[in-house]
């Protein structure tokens, strides 16, 4: 995906762009599968172009170790991937520790529950696995909190960022009884946050210090109605506002939040955009302690499936100058809302 944006060739370019929107804080990842091609040897020259970039433009990042990829020569069910991810993440961070640069915070694992499932139970993803979502889960959980040990051993002052997507689930009415299971399906989005913390399944190792700041991935997608292809919109009165599933995370966890990822597609942008920050902020008046919202996608991107262009950023693809065309509207709600001096 990287490679497609050619966000790697011209990382100091896309950087500056951003400033004149008052943003200065990314979220990137680690490409694990180009950093350890083979075992034990690595090679950090990928993620030095986004750090080097980053550090000339004064610009600060956010850093995923493991976002949805690792090197081909990994089983991520077996007990020697999580052995491979420790190796990773020490080599990484001490790389980081001798580097001095702008990363403060980190997120070991990103969207635990997304990718145990869609790798795990539904086959979207590679390995493709079906009916092993709670096994990739407790996996992936394991490998975060052994990521966030060395991370607390090597980096203390670093913060971690748990980014886990936020969902709203309600009962097909069609189906007698249907409302229970959509309730356990939709509680089920806890399970990662409470692993790390040491609240569910103790035996992976998690404590409360392995869950610091909550991340909180919403998308316009992320509410439907259980067993059925119908997803809920703003207008429909089944419809969960954002606030209050943020009040809901804070009350259960009373640890801060960032909003870590959210976006749309097309002329929607501006429009979903507003609603968050409207919705941030009626949360935040009712106590919510949240510290940011990252848009995702910055840059247009190939869509996953189907390699289509996606128009859901505020940049569009480069030209071979490294120059990307600004989505306008949404540019100009973005500056607005900052002159507003809150959220609107």
């Not at 490679?3 to 790697?8: F, G, I, K, Q, S």
């Not at 990137?28 to 599968?33: K, Q, V």
């Not at 790798?119 to 966030?148: C, H, M, T, W």
Request: charged fraction near 25%; hydrophobic fraction near 40%.
């Amino acid at each position: 995906m990287v490679t497609a944006t050619r966000h790697d060739l011209f990382a100091r370019k896309d950087f500056e762009a951003l400033l004149p929107f008052g943003i200065s804080s990314v979220r990137e990842g680690a490409r694990w599968h180009l950093i350890e091609q083979r075992p034990g040897a690595f090679d950090f020259a990928s993620l030095d172009v986004i750090l080097d970039a980053a550090k000339d433009t004064g610009v600060e990042v956010t850093l995923d170790l493991l976002h949805f990829g690792w090197p081909d020569y990994l089983d991520v069910f077996g007990p020697e991937f999580l052995d491979a991810f420790e190796r990773f993440s020490r080599a990484l961070i001490l790389h980081l520790k001798r580097r001095r640069n702008t990363v403060r915070f980190i997120a070991p694992v990103n969207e635990i529950s997304f990718l145990a499932w869609a790798a795990g139970d539904a086959g979207f993803v590679y390995p493709f696995a079906v009916g092993r979502g709670n096994e990739l889960k407790s996996q992936l959980v394991v490998a975060a909190i052994r990521a966030a040990r060395i991370i607390r051993e090597l980096l203390p002052e670093v913060r971690l960022l748990a980014p886990e997507p936020a969902i709203h689930i309600i009962g097909n009415p069609e189906i007698p009884g249907d409302q229970c299971e959509a309730e356990r399906y939709r509680l089920s989005q806890f399970q990662a946050w409470d692993m790390l913390s040491g609240d569910m399944a103790p035996e992976l190792g998690g404590k409360p210090e392995y869950l610091d700041i909550i991340g909180v991935n919403f998308y316009d997608r992320n509410e439907w109605v259980h067993n059925s292809t119908v997803s809920l919109k703003r207008r429909d009165p089944r419809y969960r506002p954002f606030h209050k599933i943020l009040l809901e995370i804070w009350e259960r966890y009373n640890r801060p939040i960032l909003i870590s990822e959210t976006g749309t597609e097309d002329d929607d942008r501006p429009d979903w955009f507003a609603y968050i920050c409207r919705e941030v902020q009626t949360a935040m008046e009712a106590g919510v302690p949240v510290q940011g919202i990252c848009l995702y996608p910055i840059l247009n991107h190939p869509g996953w499936a189907d390699d289509r262009h996606c128009y859901n950023g505020l940049l569009d693809y480069a030209d071979d100058a490294g120059n990307r065309e600004v989505f306008q509207p949404l540019a100009d709600k973005l500056l607005a809302i900052q002159r507003s001096g809150a959220f609107c």
